[in-house]
């Protein structure tokens, strides 16, 4: 939907950035003497739960607890205002690209996140958790937990500073908002087996989300897998994840056994703190000669470098971690082809969804997060599927290879796309779409209702 430019008391709202299921993310800015201007995001409360007391408590408790955080690795809250008996909070805006969308370029072009800076937006993310794990006020601790890292909440700036964002369901001894006993919050595909079992959870819980995050940045994959929440549950709590170094062999054992501690079930079998695993990190690509910096995490995002190719990597101290026959990656059209008629895959954009496409036979290809977010909202879904209209149909074809990784896809049945039978990647768990399975699960969901 277009976003018309409006203001917001002092500040102009420019375009949406983001949506939720209760709030937005704008880009705005503020003016002063002298031709001041400065660009800022405004995040608030969406009209139809303004009104909605629970929600309100947990927005200003998020704001109130953000407002307490100022470290480098952390975005700033600079207000917390109120307009027309809406909330909103002006926070800093980040130019550049959360790990989600890095992730999703890199499986386009079929090229890995390099291991050195993988590791290295890891560590800072550990440096900006240790400060928030520490934090006390007045002398006493807060006991904060973030309770939602995830690819979607770590973003990397233009300039290659990496910030850690939303705190709107963390656990802190401030908050007035409580989570009821057997409510989860946060995200299960990077929930700890504590936070899943609604145990106590400290530091370590957001640690085990970290560890998570640092196995998809290294092969693309989440380590654990299952069809529906209770099964994905279940993995989490008793599955063991594949070794890295099976899914990405330029990975070394040094940078595969961090990931592996930081994904042990029980709390205490994982690093004692986020210092731990950042010390670990850091001594892992000193070791191995890697000086990843600022500047390289900002070539990462700008100019979207990759390894071309996944280098066998030799392990031994001062050797590097992989940082040769680099290229740039486009965007549009994509090198990702399609599995039914073997043309190249576009990029449509609906909101703050991007879906990969084919403009010749109008099908989707979707990732696994991707199809996890949007079928819980066919309707975004079918705004990606009238996005590509086809403009020629090739005959029905079986198998196919899948646009991320070549594997060959078979048919599968996907229940909560209202049991319709799509075609899946066994290997990364992708899904394709046909032409006109988009509106047939939104005729469905038209008659559930």
């Not at 009209?47 to 309100?56: C, L, Q, T, Y």
């Not at 936070?195 to 106590?200: D, F, L, N, V």
């Not at 705004?383 to 290879?401: I, K, Y």
């Not at 049945?413 to 699960?441: K, T």
Request: charged content about 25%; aromatic content about 6%.
């Amino acid at each position: 939907m277009d976003f018309t430019p409006t203001d917001l008391g002092k500040y102009r709202l420019l375009e949406r950035i983001g949506r939720g299921g209760m709030a937005e993310v704008l880009l705005a800015q503020v003016e002063g003497p002298g031709g001041f201007q400065k660009k800022l995001a405004i995040k608030r409360i969406l009209p139809n739960f303004a009104s909605d007391a629970e929600f309100v408590r947990m927005f200003l408790d998020e704001a109130r607890l953000a407002a307490l955080l100022n470290h480098p690795n952390i975005v700033q809250i600079f207000e917390l205002g109120e307009h027309d008996g809406a909330y909103y909070v002006a926070m800093e805006h980040v130019d550049g690209s959360s790990l989600r969308a890095l992730c999703r370029r890199a499986a386009i072009v079929h090229r890995p996140i390099p291991v050195a800076h993988a590791a290295k937006i890891v560590s800072l993310v550990c440096e900006g958790l240790a400060y928030a794990h520490a934090l006390r006020l007045e002398g006493r601790p807060l006991e904060l937990v973030h309770r939602d890292i995830s690819p979607e909440n770590i973003l990397v700036s233009a300039s290659g500073a990496v910030k850690l964002v939303d705190f709107g369901v963390a656990k802190a001894a401030i908050c007035s908002s409580s989570t009821q006993a057997g409510t989860l919050k946060g995200k299960v595909r990077y929930m700890a087996p504590e936070q899943i079992r609604c145990e106590p959870i400290d530091g370590r819980a957001d640690l085990f989300a970290l560890g998570v995050v640092f196995f998809e940045l290294l092969t693309g994959m989440l380590p654990f897998q299952g069809d529906g929440t209770i099964a994905f549950m279940d993995a989490v709590l008793s599955k063991t994840p594949l070794p890295v170094e099976r899914l990405r062999p330029d990975c070394p054992p040094a940078v595969a056994r961090i990931v592996e501690r930081a994904l042990e079930k029980r709390p205490e079998a994982r690093f004692a703190d986020c210092r731990s695993m950042q010390r670990e990190i850091d001594q892992c690509l000193l070791a191995h000669g890697e000086l990843i910096g600022a500047h390289e995490l900002a070539e990462l995002v700008g100019s979207a470098s990759l390894v071309e190719e996944s280098p066998k990597l030799d392990t031994a101290p001062g050797r590097r971690l992989g940082m040769q026959a680099k290229t740039e990656i486009v965007l549009r059209p994509t090198r990702a082809r399609c599995p039914r008629c073997r043309r190249d895959l576009s990029l449509s954009r609906v909101g703050a969804v991007e879906i990969d496409g084919c403009h010749q036979c109008g099908g989707l290809w979707l990732d696994e997060g991707e199809l996890q977010e949007l079928s819980n909202h066919p309707r975004v879904l079918l705004a990606c599927a009238r996005r590509f209209v086809p403009t020629q149909l090739p005959p029905p074809a079986s198998g196919g290879l899948c646009p991320r990784c070549a594997a060959s896809i078979e048919p599968f049945q996907y229940d909560s796309l209202r049991g319709i039978e799509l075609d899946r990647c066994p290997r990364c768990h992708g899904v394709w779409l046909d032409h006109g399975e988009a509106e047939v699960i939104d005729a469905r969901l038209d008659q559930d209702a």
